[in-house]
């Protein structure tokens, strides 16, 4: 290969391991699994705001056991203390009854209402549950995804870097480091081409006079107007 070619091709390796490198800090399933590690931790949040009212709900329905409980046993002991031959009694035990029904009521229909909610709840949380299992499922593909993504980049960063290595060694050592110095000075685009009468980069005609000087020049010799390496490639 000649130099001017060996130093095109070490730029065209330099930019896409710098491409390569910047892709691999910021790999797209990288920002994605952030994203989905946010949502995970929040529903992880309402797994525990549901747990804690199903819990009240649970504690609600226990009460109103008591409650019936206590209200039965009330029924009971009014029975059980009544004189039957005694009229008032019966009376005021027929009064203290229907008292004693209408609380029964109250809690039957509180019950109700309870066990609505608690439906309500329990479906909520299954619903919470998928979604989790969902994006557990996706942080783990993601992750495989990530890992192929990264390995199949930096297996194409080793290659380009041996491969670069070669390049650079084949070159004379001044260079090397005028390629170096270039590169730096021009942002990673320090040598270009000249095709026809116009340099690949800075695309300034050269003027004919300049064209004659540069018949006589070196492959690789300066561009008269922005200073990168110019590669005067023979004319095929
Ligand atoms: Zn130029």
Redesign the pocket.
């Known amino acids: 290969m000649s130099v001017g070619s060996t130093l095109l091709e070490l730029q065209e390796i330099d930019l896409t391991l710098m491409r390569d490198k910047e892709q691999l800090q910021n790999l797209p399933e990288i920002a994605e699994l952030a994203r989905r590690r946010k949502l995970y931790i929040k529903l992880k949040g309402d797994v525990t705001k549901y747990f804690a009212q199903r819990k009240d709900v649970e504690i609600d329905l226990q009460e109103l056991d008591s409650r019936e409980q206590a209200l039965h046993n009330g029924i009971e002991k009014a029975r059980r203390e009544v004189d039957m031959d005694d009229y008032r009694q019966v009376q005021q035990l027929e009064i203290t009854l229907s008292d004693f029904a209408k609380k029964l009521d109250r809690v039957e229909f509180e019950r109700t209402e309870a066990h609505q909610k608690l439906s309500i709840i329990q479906a909520d949380e299954a619903t919470l549950k998928q979604n989790l299992k969902k994006i557990e499922d996706a942080i783990v593909a993601l992750t495989k995804q990530a890992r192929t993504h990264a390995v199949d980049i930096q297996s194409a960063i080793d290659k380009n870097e041996r491969k670069r290595a070669q390049l650079f060694e084949s070159l004379d050592p001044a260079l090397g480091k005028a390629y170096k110095d270039a590169s730096k000075r021009f942002g990673h685009l320090a040598v270009?081409k000249l095709e026809g009468n116009v340099?690949s980069?800075?695309r300034?005609t050269l003027q004919s006079s300049s064209m004659s000087d540069l018949r006589h020049a070196n492959e690789v010799t300066e561009?008269?107007?922005?200073?990168?390496l110019?590669v005067i490639l023979p004319e095929e």
């Open positions: 270009e340099p980069i800075c300034m561009c008269p107007y922005c200073h990168r110019m």
